[in-house]
């Protein structure tokens, strides 16, 4: 079956932009995860969805982020107003259920902010 | 709070040559532990998990035990090749956070 998607595989954008960046997880995954990755280090955890919901929104960096989930599957993360240090891969990853924590990883965004 | 500390990169290899990377945590309870790796361009992918102490994860030639004790998760694989050059990101995962805590990353390079 299809794995995680998203789109688009690469933004530019302009300082002061908003941008939206999608994740479609594995078809009947109830749980999706959205990280942030910069050049040269490791995973930022970002937000976690739990069907619709969002019980962990602790790693979103500023108000500036946001993230939502509908009909349990595709998600978006709008950033608005960028800015240059947004500049990143953002991934998404999904898994099965709760307390299923094999993550399932899509080949991420690459945002600059220029 | 629960954290995983990697060793630092990037760490380069002669094709063959044995690999270790280390890879230790801080957690209460019984995490779950995980090797994921990236290649290049490409997302991360699970290489390997161990539940429970003493088990031991395997995949690709890769194998990582899970050390209660010492509380580390080492990756080992006997004899590298060019491609698994890649990143390796040891993770925990406890349930009752819910999320996955990944660590730093390491960088390898495997030359001919």
């Known amino acids: 079956g299809a794995g995680v998607s998203q789109s688009p595989s690469n933004k530019v954008t302009e300082k002061g932009k908003d941008v939206e960046l999608r994740c479609d997880p594995i078809?009947?995954?109830?749980?999706l995860y959205w990280y942030r990755q910069s050049l040269g280090q490791g995973l930022e955890f970002l937000i976690y969805f739990q069907g619709n919901s969002a019980p962990d929104k602790s790693g979103l960096p500023s108000d500036r982020f946001s993230a939502e989930r509908t009909g349990g599957s595709v998600s978006t993360l709008t950033i608005q107003r960028t800015q240059q240090e947004d500049s990143a891969v953002y991934l998404c990853?999904?898994?099965?259920?709760?307390?299923?924590?094999?993550?399932?990883f899509g080949p991420g965004t690459r945002l600059l902010v220029l | 709070g629960n954290s995983v500390t990697q060793m630092e990169g990037p760490v380069t290899l002669s094709e063959e040559a044995f690999l270790t990377i280390n890879c230790t945590y801080t957690a209460t309870g019984y995490p779950s532990l995980f090797w994921y790796v990236q290649y290049p361009g490409e997302g991360l992918q699970l290489l390997l998990k161990a539940t429970k102490a003493d088990d031991k994860g395997s995949n690709k030639g890769f194998e990582a035990t899970y050390r209660k004790e010492t509380t580390s998760f080492h990756l080992e694989k006997g004899s590298v090749q060019v491609s698994d050059s890649a990143v390796y990101f040891c993770a925990l995962y406890r349930p009752s956070y819910d999320k996955v805590i990944f660590g730093p990353g390491t960088s390898l390079s495997v030359i001919p």
């Open positions: 078809s009947g995954h109830t749980a």
């Open positions: 990853a999904s898994s099965s259920s709760r307390g299923q924590e094999t993550q399932y």
